[in-house]
């Protein structure tokens, strides 16, 4: 009992917890991990101990190596969680150590040659046949070293001494044999494991099964007399029997047999490809039906009509009997939906239209032109998605929550593809945008009863008139001319109030955001909508994985809600704008792994200060609506090159992040009174 509960004990602290628990094959495969490095270990440990004692020192060199080898294995398999790399590192430690000690024990008549066979054996049992056959190959070329290399006086002497051959003789075989059963009876532990997953997994797909032949005999009376599709379907794909009236008034009527694809093909051909391609997996022995069915598409279509599409398996005890296919007219449904959402991003939106109007124009504006620059079809992939992500994140913060939902919906299939937007889609961004502009429109029309709107021109033509009376004048043109300006301090005060709403969806309502502005004014100007429509992913960032959970904080001693501070500064050569946080830091080392899968240069601070800003690198593990596909900081930093900015990044593990942007104040032009300077020069 003690020693099953050590090897349970092992199992929790060496193999990650995705692995545990996943499919059976991948957690039978990470205990194999961790019970062969554990046989190396122990009888690497033994053979040392022996070495040492009688000197045999290139020997014993080559047992350390494979103690140390399976101790590395395992943390590295502890971080990666890849089971394939371990089993293949694990053959590696064995021959590389097996090499040392066969130099010392008699090269190509030493009785240690026999344990080269545990490389290919490991090899095999974790990571697969043809990885196996590689390895077989290496002891062959092992061991024809060793006989091109026997009898040359540079190989290392014998290091066994006399009286202990025949005893060494005895040790070799038997802790090979030892080493072997240890090997076989882990590989049988961990085959027993999966199998009982396996098993407790088709119980409860029987079970769920006989309840849905139970649920579809009393539901089918009901079915009968609903304005419901209802086809019978058998395994192959045929349409069978009889169907409601419905599937020949949305759908027509279908041939005899005919496959359901291919009825379905008359509407929609990538609907009815995908159906084709899904239901090849509703006879496999390897994905239970339930899954395989939910793969299946679930929408369709027709006209101005969508359908829904539901799929319920019929089983009898032989397997699948037939698939009733029941076809659902959603149509009013998804437009009563989307009438309610368009009514509340249209209360959001005047809601914050009547706080910071300025604010909601200068999202418009930016978002129209992302959406003409993707409309022109002339920019990378990388480009492309970039725009798209900081599209969505800013249609957030406004409240389009629908086009930002919709918009994170592209973005899933544009990385599942690894490509940028067609023509389709960025004709669908178009479409979907102008709608939006179009509802918006009467609101962005109104006036306000306190503001007076002038024109442009006439406010330029006012300012050019007053320079001309004197110094008087001067004065009275530069405060005209402010009027058309933006206070810093109120974009970042909204910026900070949009930021709360985020950090209540995050379950982070303790977040203090903090502005700090000096009386900075900023004149009109697209590249800086372009830089404070995209630094709003660096302000998600901080707040999503920046700051910890409010237990991570308590844990660490800091205050539960956590700080995010956006400061504004200017001196006479540089506007300086800073996101800082007091959160946990960046994880520099998980930046790195990143930047070698990625084949991106890792050496240095600044390597990985450059690998952080390239799109695709996240740390995150997984993607969600706010943050996590690493698209985010590269948006900013292109926005801040354009204006010939500078970003430094500074950061401190468990004391926070803060990211600086630096730009010369005459290509800031912030100050209604900016100075006269010369060529200046930003920090390094």
Same mark, same amino acid.
């Given at each position: 009992?003690?020693?099953?509960? +050590?090897?349970?004990?092992?199992?929790?602290?060496?193999?990650?917890?995705?692995?545990?628990?996943?499919?059976?094959?991948?957690?039978?495969?990470?205990?194999?991990?961790?019970?062969?490095?554990?046989?190396?270990?122990? *009888?690497?440990?033994?053979?040392?101990?022996?070495?040492?004692? =009688?000197?045999? @020192?290139?020997?014993?060199?080559?047992?350390?190596?494979?103690?140390?080898?399976?101790?590395?294995?395992?943390?590295?398999?502890?971080?990666?969680?890849?089971?394939?790399?371990?089993?293949?590192?694990?053959?590696? $430690?064995?021959?590389?150590?097996?090499?040392?000690?066969?130099?010392?024990?008699?090269?190509?008549?030493?009785?240690?040659?026999?344990?080269?066979?545990?490389?290919?054996?490991?090899?095999?049992?974790?990571?697969?046949?043809?990885?196996?056959?590689?390895?077989?190959?290496?002891?062959?070329?092992?061991?024809?070293?060793? @006989?091109?290399?026997?009898?040359?006086?540079?190989?290392?002497?014998?290091?066994?001494?006399?009286?202990?051959?025949?005893?060494?003789?005895?040790?070799?075989? $038997?802790?090979?044999?030892?080493?072997?059963?240890?090997?076989?009876?882990?590989?049988?532990?961990?085959?027993?494991?999966?199998?009982?997953?396996?098993?407790?997994?088709?119980?409860?797909?029987?079970?769920?099964?006989?309840?849905?032949?139970?649920?579809?005999?009393?539901?089918?009376?009901?079915?009968?007399?609903?304005?419901?599709?209802?086809?019978?379907?058998?395994?192959?794909?045929?349409?069978?029997?009889?169907?409601?009236?419905?599937?020949?008034?949305?759908?027509?009527?279908?041939?005899?047999?005919?496959?359901?694809?291919?009825?379905?093909?008359?509407?929609?051909?990538?609907?009815?490809? @995908?159906?084709?391609?899904?239901?090849?997996?509703?006879?496999?022995?390897?994905?239970?039906?339930?899954?395989?069915?939910? /793969?299946?598409?679930?929408?369709?279509?027709?006209?101005? /009509?969508?359908? /829904?599409?539901?799929?319920?398996?019929?089983?009898?005890?032989?397997?699948?009997?037939?698939?009733?296919?029941?076809?659902?007219?959603?149509?009013? #449904?998804?437009?009563?939906?989307?009438?309610?959402? *368009?009514?509340?991003?249209?209360?959001?939106?005047?809601?914050?239209?009547?706080?910071?109007?300025?604010?909601?124009?200068?999202?418009?504006?930016?978002?129209?032109?992302?959406?003409?620059?993707?409309?022109?079809?002339?920019?990378?992939?990388?480009?492309?998605?970039?725009?798209?992500?900081?599209?969505?994140?800013?249609?957030?913060?406004?409240?389009?929550?629908?086009?930002?939902?919709?918009?994170?919906?592209?973005?899933?299939?544009?990385?599942?593809?690894?490509?940028?937007?067609?023509?389709?889609?960025?004709?669908?961004?178009?479409?979907?945008?102008?709608?939006?502009?179009?509802?918006?429109?009467?609101?962005?029309?109104?006036?306000?009863?306190?503001?007076?709107?002038?024109?442009?021109?006439?406010?330029?033509?006012?300012?050019?008139?007053?320079?001309?009376?004197?110094?008087?004048?001067?004065?009275?043109?530069?405060?005209?001319?402010? @009027?058309?300006?933006?206070?810093?301090?109120?974009?970042?005060?909204?910026?900070?109030?949009?930021?709360?709403?985020?950090? =209540?969806?995050?379950?982070?309502?303790?977040?203090?955001?903090?502005?700090?502005?000096?009386?900075?004014?900023?004149?009109?100007?697209?590249?800086?909508?372009?830089?404070?429509?995209?630094?709003?992913?660096?302000?998600?960032?901080?707040?999503?994985?920046?700051?910890?959970?409010?237990?991570?904080?308590?844990?660490?001693?800091?205050?539960?809600?956590?700080?995010?501070?956006?400061?504004?500064?200017?001196?006479?050569?540089?506007? $300086?704008?800073?996101?800082?946080?007091?959160?946990?830091?960046?994880?520099?080392?998980?930046?790195?792994?990143?930047?070698?899968?990625? +084949?991106?240069?890792?050496?240095?601070?600044?390597?990985?200060?450059?690998?952080?800003?390239?799109?695709?690198?996240?740390?995150?593990?997984?993607?969600?609506?706010?943050?996590?596909?690493?698209?985010?900081?590269?948006?900013?930093?292109?926005?801040?090159?354009?204006?010939?900015?500078?970003?430094?990044?500074?950061?401190?593990?468990?004391?926070?992040?803060?990211?600086?942007?630096?730009?010369?104040? #005459?290509?800031?032009?912030?100050?209604?009174? $900016?100075?006269?300077?010369?060529?200046?020069?930003?920090?390094?």
């Amino acid at each position: 009992m003690e020693v099953k509960n +050590g090897l349970e004990w092992l199992m929790r602290r060496y193999v990650p917890p995705e692995i545990r628990e996943g499919a059976p094959d991948t957690a039978r495969q990470g205990q194999l991990v961790v019970y062969f490095a554990l046989v190396i270990f122990v *009888a690497a440990f033994s053979y040392t101990t022996v070495y040492l004692v =009688l000197g045999m @020192w290139l020997t014993m060199f080559g047992a350390a190596l494979a103690i140390f080898g399976s101790m590395a294995t395992l943390w590295r398999f502890r971080r990666t969680g890849r089971a394939a790399a371990a089993g293949q590192a694990l053959a590696g $430690t064995c021959l590389v150590a097996l090499t040392f000690v066969i130099l010392g024990t008699g090269g190509l008549y030493s009785s240690a040659l026999a344990w080269c066979l545990l490389a290919p054996v490991i090899a095999t049992m974790i990571a697969g046949r043809h990885v196996g056959l590689r390895w077989v190959l290496a002891p062959i070329v092992l061991f024809a070293v060793m @006989w091109a290399c026997h009898g040359q006086p540079w190989m290392p002497a014998v290091e066994t001494p006399d009286f202990f051959i025949n005893t060494y003789l005895f040790l070799v075989p $038997t802790g090979l044999m030892l080493a072997l059963f240890a090997i076989a009876w882990s590989y049988e532990v961990a085959r027993d494991d999966a199998l009982g997953r396996i098993s407790a997994a088709s119980d409860a797909a029987a079970a769920a099964r006989d309840a849905a032949r139970a649920a579809h005999a009393a539901a089918r009376m009901v079915l009968d007399n609903v304005d419901q599709g209802l086809l019978m379907v058998n395994p192959e794909g045929l349409i069978e029997g009889e169907r409601s009236a419905a599937v020949t008034q949305w759908l027509g009527e279908p041939r005899r047999d005919e496959p359901i694809w291919s009825f379905l093909a008359r509407h929609d051909p990538r609907v009815a490809d @995908w159906l084709e391609i899904g239901w090849e997996d509703l006879d496999s022995d390897w994905m239970p039906l339930e899954l395989a069915l939910d /793969q299946l598409p679930s929408q369709l279509v027709v006209g101005d /009509q969508h359908l /829904q599409l539901e799929y319920r398996p019929l089983v009898s005890p032989e397997g699948l009997e037939h698939v009733l296919l029941v076809i659902s007219d959603v149509t009013a #449904q998804l437009a009563a939906e989307r009438a309610d959402e *368009a009514q509340r991003e249209m209360m959001a939106m005047f809601t914050r239209y009547l706080k910071d109007p300025k604010g909601v124009e200068d999202f418009l504006c930016e978002s129209t032109r992302l959406v003409e620059e993707l409309l022109r079809g002339q920019a990378t992939s990388a480009q492309e998605k970039r725009w798209v992500h900081t599209l969505k994140g800013n249609s957030a913060l406004f409240g389009l929550k629908g086009f930002a939902a919709w918009l994170h919906e592209l973005e899933d299939t544009l990385e599942e593809e690894h490509r940028g937007c067609s023509a389709q889609e960025r004709a669908a961004i178009g479409e979907r945008w102008q709608e939006l502009r179009g509802r918006l429109s009467p609101m962005l029309q109104g006036q306000r009863a306190d503001v007076v709107t002038v024109e442009r021109a006439s406010l330029d033509d006012l300012v050019r008139r007053a320079e001309e009376i004197g110094p008087q004048g001067r004065e009275l043109a530069r405060t005209a001319r402010r @009027w058309g300006w933006d206070r810093l301090q109120n974009r970042l005060e909204l910026l900070a109030e949009r930021s709360k709403g985020l950090a =209540l969806r995050l379950d982070k309502p303790d977040v203090v955001i903090r502005v700090e502005a000096d009386d900075i004014w900023q004149p009109p100007n697209p590249g800086w909508s372009a830089f404070w429509g995209a630094v709003v992913h660096v302000v998600r960032n901080a707040l999503d994985h920046g700051l910890e959970s409010p237990e991570e904080r308590r844990q660490a001693g800091k205050p539960g809600g956590g700080l995010v501070t956006l400061r504004a500064t200017q001196d006479a050569e540089v506007f $300086t704008f800073e996101v800082q946080d007091d959160g946990r830091g960046i994880d520099w080392d998980a930046v790195a792994t990143r930047a070698r899968e990625m +084949g991106l240069p890792s050496a240095t601070r600044a390597d990985l200060v450059d690998a952080l800003m390239h799109d695709g690198l996240s740390t995150q593990n997984e993607v969600s609506d706010v943050s996590g596909r690493g698209v985010g900081v590269g948006a900013v930093c292109e926005a801040c090159e354009a204006l010939g900015g500078q970003i430094q990044i500074h950061s401190v593990s468990g004391s926070g992040t803060s990211f600086r942007f630096f730009f010369p104040v #005459q290509v800031a032009s912030f100050t209604a009174e $900016t100075p006269t300077v010369g060529d200046a020069s930003l920090p390094h």
